[in-house]
Nanobody, 124 residues
Framework: EVQLVESGGRVVQAGGSLRLSCAAS????????IAWLRQAPGKEREGISC???????YYGDSAKDRFSVSRHNANNTADLQMDNLNPEDSGVYYC??????????????????WGKGTQVTVST
């Protein structure tokens, strides 16, 4: 059974940093792309990043320059480092897996499996 479990979400002050983790099991992690997405109340789901199995990573516009991702194939985990957070970054953050990251449409669907998400709240 494929499982993706996010962790690390909490309340953080604006300007602060947070590191989220995604623990994967039940599939060959190294062979698949890992994506991070977020969902804020009343807003459309937004793609944060997508990392191909070779490490090539694409970032959404809101994540560029502030967020960075890493994947650790040896222990089937992926991390999302978020810096200089602002209240607009609040939401539920999900990791998801897919076959690969289409460069121009990785955020628009095609995820095979999802985690249940972790809540990030950025306070003023």
């Amino acid at each position: 059974e494929v499982q993706l479990v996010e962790s690390g979400g909490r309340v953080v002050q604006a300007g602060g940093s947070l590191r989220l983790s995604c623990a994967a099991s039940g599939f060959s992690f190294a062979d698949y792309a890992i994506a991070w997405l977020r969902q804020a109340p009343g807003k459309e789901r937004e793609g944060i990043s997508c990392s191909d199995s070779d490490g090539t990573t694409y970032y959404g516009d809101s994540a560029k320059d502030r967020f960075s991702v890493s994947r650790h194939n040896a222990n089937n985990t992926a991390d999302l480092q978020m810096d200089n957070l602002n209240p607009e970054d609040s939401g539920v953050y999900y990791c998801a897996t897919r076959g690969w990251c289409p460069p121009t449409r990785w955020a628009s669907g095609g995820m095979a499996h999802w985690g249940k998400g972790t809540q990030v709240t950025v306070s003023t």
